[in-house]
């Protein structure tokens, strides 16, 4: 057993002093104590996007260290909660424990799902059935999301009822046929009409992207570090030979380019 894996009851050990230290923090210390839903709000959203920054990096320490500032937060609204009488972190337990054994019923009922595709339909559906049908299909798409990201959990969600493409090689079909309407339209130099063909052709692109099991938003990362990567290198070798990059020439970058191109493989 790897030593770094702690029992049960060391697990639950940890947990609980958490919730002691929190509570201590909350009563005594001035910043905790001033801190709401609202406050706190910020915060949250930075510590999700360090620890997605985090697992992008594979820094496993860094995504444990990660993980415990997401885990305060969650147990800080818990605690905020409790201090209300609305709930707390036992009701947030229990009500996550209740949902994950509800949308399972192929390991806790009699429902048949072979692959991941078949747990993800049965999960959707489930949703939509939590509040008797009447729940709307994308309403659980949170607003805030990234615009890439909000994109693919709507065709995800859509697809869970079964509105999707028969065969995935026929979305190329739409990904061609937006693009040849966004090209119109920027021939004719109209802005608006281009913005709205530009949203349909990213919009199907991220389709395509999920119909063959690939993350858009994980790709699109992965293309940003890359280009980061080698625009530095570029940086970095103009500062060596004390010419800007303002007074190279294109050939001159794009060999640049190359060669930090070459570097990778």
């Known amino acids: 057993?790897?030593?770094?894996?702690?029992t049960r009851e060391e697990q639950m050990a940890a947990f609980g002093r958490l919730l002691d230290v929190l509570d201590e923090l909350r009563e005594k210390c001035p910043w905790d104590r001033k801190q709401?839903?609202?406050?706190?709000?910020?915060?949250?959203l930075e510590e999700t996007y360090e620890l997605c920054d985090a697992l992008i990096r594979a820094d496993k320490q860094d995504i444990c260290k990660e993980l415990g500032d997401v885990l305060l937060h969650v147990c800080f609204y818990a605690k905020i909660g409790s201090?209300?009488?609305?709930f707390d972190i036992a009701d947030v337990c229990q009500h996550l424990t209740d949902k994950l054994i509800y949308r399972?019923?192929?390991?806790?009922?009699?429902?048949?799902?072979?692959d991941a595709d078949a747990v993800l339909k049965n999960w959707e559906q489930l949703k939509v059935k939590e509040k008797d049908g009447n729940k709307r299909v994308?309403?659980?798409?949170?607003?805030?999301?990234?615009?890439?990201?909000?994109?693919?959990?709507?065709?995800?969600?859509?697809?869970?009822?079964?509105?999707d493409w028969e065969q995935r090689e026929d979305v190329w079909q739409k990904v061609h046929e937006e693009l040849a309407e966004l090209e119109a339209e920027l021939a004719r130099e109209d802005k608006e009409r281009s913005t709205?063909?530009?949203g349909d052709f990213l919009f199907s692109v991220i389709n395509a992207a999920r119909l063959y099991?690939?993350?858009?938003?994980?790709?699109?990362?992965?293309?940003?570090?890359?280009?980061?990567?080698?625009?530095?290198?570029?940086?970095e070798h103009s500062?060596?030979?004390?010419?800007p990059l303002t007074e190279m020439t294109l050939e001159e970058m794009d060999k640049l380019w190359n060669e930090a191109k070459a570097q990778e493989k």
């Open 1 to 6: 057993m790897n030593s770094n894996i702690h």
């Open 36 to 44: 709401t839903n609202e406050s706190l709000r910020p915060n949250t």
């Open 83 to 86: 201090e209300t009488g609305d």
């Open 104 to 114: 399972h019923p192929h390991i806790y009922g009699d429902v048949k799902a072979n």
């Open 138 to 163: 994308l309403s659980g798409v949170p607003a805030a999301l990234p615009s890439l990201i909000k994109a693919y959990r709507i065709q995800d969600k859509a697809r869970g009822v079964g509105f």
């Open 196 to 198: 709205d063909e530009l």
């Open 213 to 235: 099991h690939l993350n858009p938003d994980n790709a699109l990362e992965r293309t940003n570090r890359k280009f980061i990567r080698r625009f530095t290198y570029l940086e």
């Open 239 to 243: 500062i060596r030979e004390g010419k």
